[in-house]
């Protein structure tokens, strides 16, 4: 067949969230086929937002200030929307696939209602699309939806339009059929067997980015899908109750694959830094990570990773340390044990075991920062307080606050529509903005402030902590105080930020 299919994918992101994604980067690799024809739309460099996440972070003293610009990377002239509007008209496009999550549903839809303009059809992917398909297929802008992963089933979708059949029997596909919604059965991929991730499509200043104040050059590397835990504000537990009947979510690749894989980017993409892909690296079992260590040795690549303080150990770090490991980072979430186990279902850690577990990383000269969530349902400023507590026991290099979110199809976002905090269509945003929770335990003015204020509490003496009050509020005196107190943490701590 000589005839092509041309797919254009379109990556839904935030401005400058400059990681490159595992997924947009697998469903490149998996529609490599002579006969289709893959251009990526990427949105990342369109300031499609007042404030990036970075520039947040860097207010709200998370992260070390960095400059983009002497990489050359920064936002495009024009709008998403023109420029978007321009390619569509340039090349002749049978296919638009767009990947979102809910914070970038508004602009996927946007751009779904230009591609309509042209009579294009759209599939909708991403964890959005997989969680909650009835609430996209809604939407007359979207005509399928990816309900699984899309490796097999994006790359069956062009062959069978390229040919003219049917989408009967595409597994992971849901579509419209006259004003039916055809729901074809799920399947569950083997990781081993997905391609190698494909950077080819990304602009050059996609590969670049921040890692305590100093910008590398990195691409990810994908250990595993899934995690053993079963947080309620997560998507895991939702998404292994989805594929129960199909096979088991949690999967991890062998690390033979995983090793081919980190040759290959190395060889292939100039790479300076990885940063390795898994919910909870250290959770991998024993044996994998044991001959994960003995094979990177020689690779001496710098790399991240996130994992969880039940999976710390000396030995493991110790190992860590060995091989190359930058930075890490540690989910705590929360300071108050009861509510911890209670309300999130992370009952796995006492908080002096999460302590002695940061310090085991620590004492290791590990730089690793410590992530947390306020703004859960029913939780009090004195249980923000307990996890400002935790954290104050905690010598990490850097802290991270974020505001809650109740992701569609979790436990606690049907909690949290049942009492009425949020509404059944709501849609999370950006964590760094306010709450989207109605929450009588709380207001969303004080929430915003013990955001902006969280770093402060947790670092600076507790003599500072009227003028830190002060500061969580955003009014003349309320910002004179932030400021003032951020010049403070930055002279006493900006030379742990390195």
């Not at 902590?465 to 009014?475: C, T």
């Amino acid at each position: 067949m000589d005839k092509k299919i041309k797919l254009l994918l379109v990556y839904a992101n935030l401005p400058m969230d400059n990681v490159i994604p595992v997924g947009i980067s697998s469903l490149i690799a998996s529609v490599r086929h002579p006969n289709i024809e893959v251009t990526l739309f990427d949105t990342t460099f369109y300031r499609t937002r007042a404030k990036t996440s970075d520039e947040e972070r860097v207010k709200l003293l998370q992260v070390a200030p960095f400059n983009y610009a002497d990489f050359g990377v920064g936002f495009k002239p024009a709008t998403v929307e023109s420029d978007f509007e321009k390619l569509l008209a340039e090349k002749q496009f049978d296919l638009v696939g767009i990947s979102m999550v809910e914070a970038t549903y508004e602009l996927s839809c946007r751009l779904a209602a230009i591609a309509k303009r042209f009579s294009l059809p759209v599939i909708a992917g991403g964890i959005l699309a997989i969680l909650d398909p009835e609430f996209v297929l809604r939407d007359d802008r979207f005509d399928m939806v990816c309900v699984g992963e899309g490796e097999r089933c994006l790359k069956a979708v062009c062959l069978a339009l390229l040919r003219g059949d049917t989408l009967e029997g595409i597994d992971n596909l849901w579509y419209k059929d006259r004003g039916t919604i055809r729901r074809n059965k799920l399947e569950l991929l083997s990781l081993d067997y997905v391609p190698f991730l494909d950077f080819s499509e990304y602009e050059e200043g996609r590969f670049y980015r921040p890692m305590g104040g100093t910008i590398f050059r990195m691409v990810p590397v994908e250990f595993s899908r899934g995690c053993p835990f079963n947080c309620s504000y997560c998507a895991d537990h939702a998404l292994r109750a989805r594929f129960a009947g199909v096979g088991r979510w949690l999967r991890y690749k062998s690390v033979n694959r995983i090793l081919s894989e980190i040759k290959h980017y190395l060889a292939a993409y100039q790479v300076q830094y990885f940063y390795f892909v898994s919910e909870t690296f250290l959770a991998m079992p024993d044996r994998d990570f044991r001959e994960f260590v003995d094979g990177y040795r020689n690779i001496k690549v710098k790399f991240w990773c996130n994992t969880r303080p039940e999976t710390i150990t000396e030995e493991k770090i110790s190992l860590l340390k060995e091989i190359g490991c930058h930075r890490m980072s540690i989910g705590i979430e929360n300071g108050n044990e009861k509510f911890r186990k209670t309300v999130l279902r992370r009952g796995g850690a006492t908080n002096d075991q999460i302590v002695e577990a940061c310090a085991i990383v620590e004492r290791h000269g590990i730089p690793f920062s410590v992530n947390n969530i306020i703004g859960f349902p029913e939780e009090t400023r004195d249980i923000i307080f307990d996890t400002i507590k935790l954290n104050r026991r905690i010598n990490a290099d850097s802290y991270g606050a974020y505001m809650f979110m109740p992701y569609r199809g979790t436990d606690i976002f049907h909690y949290c529509v049942a009492k009425g905090y949020i509404r059944s269509d709501n849609l999370s945003g950006d964590v760094h903005i306010d709450s989207a929770l109605n929450n009588p335990y709380i207001t969303n003015e004080e929430l915003m402030g013990l955001l902006r204020t969280f770093v402060l509490y947790v670092k600076l003496p507790e003599l500072y902590y009227p003028e830190i009050a002060r500061a969580e509020k955003f009014d003349d005196a309320g910002n004179a105080a932030f400021e003032r107190l951020s010049r403070i943490y930055w002279e006493q701590f900006s030379s742990r930020r390195r």
